[in-house]
């Protein structure tokens, strides 16, 4: 009886407070925190449009650019331009009616712009005016809520500098709309939008294009205990246009799905799952599917097991290659000196054209070693390996998918398989959407058992950018091959007296091969001796490397040697520099080709105030080969940049030499320019 009169009572409450609201229709209803009493206040009014902060800027600009060039047979083009811009900036951030509802944030520039432009390359001397816009709007609609929408356009054009070539005027547009819905137990993203890059090249003529059309979804689920699940799919459509790329048009549907489930008494153990879709149409259609199964098990702190299991097919030009790949492997540590390392395995590749196959069985075993010793540390490394392989005749190209790389101070890269496709390369960016052009961005040149893929200077790509490689192996008879290698690593680092922070090494890899065919003479095996010994010195701000390297091998042997030194100073708290000498010989003994590469870099920043920045940037690189395909290249960049409040003038200077045996060109470009805040 006194349960229900106490129910009673709390539903008559409710009732009460619920009339209260129809009689004050402006009162809200605010609970206290710590379970007080019901406060009655004044409802907050939804605003048409609010304005929480707002700046304007305005800007002037002037940029001016010259290009001469001479080609092998003395013919000479010039072009020269000028560039003026003023601009007028103003952005900020507002709602409406609750920066909850709809919060926005606005930044917006007008620019007039007046350009002079005189060309022999395009045969026109005119000048032009014209107005740009750019513009990033953002608007996320109830940012707070379990399932914020978030709508925006943006558009940029900008100058990008490119080492040893002219400059290229950039413009991005992109409009798109992103909702996500979240969850303790689930969030998903979608995001809808439509991308497009167009790059110029006012000197060089050159052009691109890239239009893509995307939608994206992206989710997440973490159901009770140790299981995750998370998935990523994403359909675009893209065209690509212009001098600079391969002209192509293409869709491409790309999933992943990605299951891990850890258990044991600690959750020591893992097990993880994961399934990629891929199809792609266009210049280079692709369909792939890739399953990876991953089993690892954590018997003891210092042992563990790894079990794998691949599955990957793919299909390129009617040509469909089925992969199965099994490998068990483990760790052991033994204290914290010594690591041993194994693993057993096998493989079966399929190819439905011809019926090929390929069996494989392989292993390895390794250890690492290291001690401490009077006055350093030495470390040692030993491993051992074995692959054995069947092949039936093969009439059809297998496709190596994706394969990275990247191109460090040498410049170029190594693609080491027999019997590779030289017209079949493919490369991309890392988001394999950009298609680089053989001869405009990249050469490649053909030795016994690789083949050497080089950038050139002025081209697309990037020092030090990592790239994806795609080639095909041409058709091989049925054989049969055994190989057995194995190696050996001794490094030995002072850490204390007088030569602290020197490091002699030496490495040596030997290999074995023995090849068999049916039916047809037997092929050379690729037996090898690569032996590789030098020196780390680390003094002070310098970083000194000298290394030589002999290969002796049956295919493409070769002598290499390496001089490289880093130098790095902090000079005080206004000022640092920094250097980089880089001097590699190359001479292939077989093909009696000897190639040389000596790169210079450094980098000088200063400070004279907290008004005043200053920087300079020098690149020379010299490359000179046997066979005539002689280059020196230089390139200097010069930055001022002064701030005091809200006012603000830079200006830069950019001065780029490329002489070679078909083109000698020089690249300048002088900005200045001065904004003001208000």
């Keep these: 009886m006194m349960d229900r ?47 929480e902060s707002f700046q304007a800027e305005i800007e002037a600009y002037w940029r001016s650019l010259n290009n001469e060039s001479t080609d092998a047979l003395g013919v000479k083009t010039k072009t020269t331009e000028s560039l003026f811009r003023e601009t007028l900036h103003f952005g900020g951030v507002g709602y409406f009616g609750d920066p909850n509802l709809v919060n926005l944030d606005l930044n917006v520039s007008l620019q007039l712009a007046q350009e002079d432009i005189d060309s022999d ?134 999933a992943f799905v990605n299951h891990t489930y850890d258990f044991g008494s600690d ?188 950038r050139v200077l002025a081209g697309n790509i990037a020092p030090g950018q990592s790239v994806l490689v795609t080639y095909e192996i041409g058709p091989e008879p049925e054989s049969t091959t055994d190989t057995i290698g194995y190696g050996i690593t001794l490094r030995y680092r002072f850490t204390e007296g007088p030569l602290r922070g020197l490091s002699s090494y030496i490495r040596y890899r030997d290999q074995s091969q023995d090849r068999s065919n049916v039916g047809f003479s037997t092929f050379t095996g690729n037996d090898f001796n690569d032996l590789v010994f030098g020196l780390d010195y680390d003094i002070g701000r310098f970083s000194l490397t000298a290394e030589h390297q002999i290969h002796d091998s049956t295919l493409s042997p070769f002598n290499s040697t390496r001089f490289e030194g880093r130098y790095i100073n902090r000079i005080n708290s206004r000022s640092s520099f920094s250097a980089n000498a880089f001097y590699q010989i190359t001479d292939r003994t077989n093909e009696d080709i000897e190639t040389a590469i000596t790169n210079l870099t450094g980098r000088w920043t200063y400070r004279t105030s907290k008004k005043l920045r200053s920087s300079i940037v020098g690149t020379w690189r010299h490359e000179d080969d046997s066979t ?31 002489n070679s045996d078909t083109r000698d060109s020089t690249f300048q470009t002088f900005t200045f320019g001065a904004s003001r805040k208000f």
Aim: one cysteine or more.
């Design 628 to 658: 005539g395909t002689n280059s020196d290249a230089f390139d200097l960049s010069i930055d001022l940049n002064w701030r005091h409040r809200q006012t603000f003038i830079y200006c830069s200077l950019k001065n780029s030499i490329i």
């Design 5 to 51: 009169e106490r129910s009673n009572l709390g539903y008559l409450r409710t009732l009460l407070a619920a009339l209260s609201l129809c009689i004050i229709p402006t009162a809200s209803i605010i609970y206290a925190q710590d379970g007080g009493p019901v406060i009655i206040g004044q409802r907050e009014r939804l605003k048409l449009f609010g304005l």
């Design 267 to 454: 959750s020591q153990h893992n097990i993880r799952s994961s399934l990629r879709l891929f199809k792609e149409s266009g210049s280079f259609p692709v369909d792939r599917i890739r399953l990876d199964e991953s089993l690892r098990m954590q018997h003891t702190d210092s042992f563990e097991t790894k079990y794998v299991y691949i599955y990957d097919q793919q299909s390129r030009r009617n040509n469909n290659q089925s992969l199965h790949r099994g490998a068990a492997s483990f760790r052991h540590e033994l204290f914290d000196s010594l690591t041993t390392t194994g693993q057993l395995g096998s493989s079966l590749l399929s190819i439905d054209e011809g019926g090929f196959d390929s069996t494989q069985y392989f292993g390895d075993l390794g250890a690492k070693y290291q001690k401490l010793m009077p006055k350093g540390i030495f470390y040692a490394t030993a491993n051992i390996n074995f692959n054995h392989q069947d092949d039936s005749e093969r009439g059809s190209s297998i496709f190596i998918t994706d394969e990275p790389h990247t191109f460090g101070t040498s410049g170029f890269i190594q693609l080491s398989r027999r019997n590779i496709v030289p017209g079949s390369i493919v490369i991309t960016d890392l988001t394999g959407l950009i298609t680089y052009t053989l001869t405009t961005d990249y050469t490649i040149r053909i030795f016994g058992d690789s083949i050497e893929v080089s």
């Design 121 to 254: 390359a395009i045969g026109e001397s005119n000048r032009t005016s014209e107005t740009i816009n750019e513009y990033d709007v953002t608007a996320v609609i109830l940012q707070r809520s379990d399932s914020p929408l978030t709508i925006y356009s943006r558009r940029s054009q900008v100058l990008l500098s490119r080492q040893f070539a002219d400059s290229l005027d950039s413009i991005s547009i992109e409009h798109g709309a992103r909702l996500s819905l979240r969850s303790d137990f689930m969030s998903n993203q979608f995001q809808l939008y439509r991308r497009e890059q167009r790059q110029t090249g006012r000197f060089s003529g050159t052009d691109s294009e890239i239009i893509q059309d995307t939608f994206a979804w992206q989710g997440r689920i973490r159901p009770a205990g140790n299981h995750r699940l998370w998935w990523d799919y994403t359909f675009s459509n893209v065209d690509e246009t212009g001098q600079i790329l391969t002209p192509n048009n293409f869709t491409r549907h790309d």
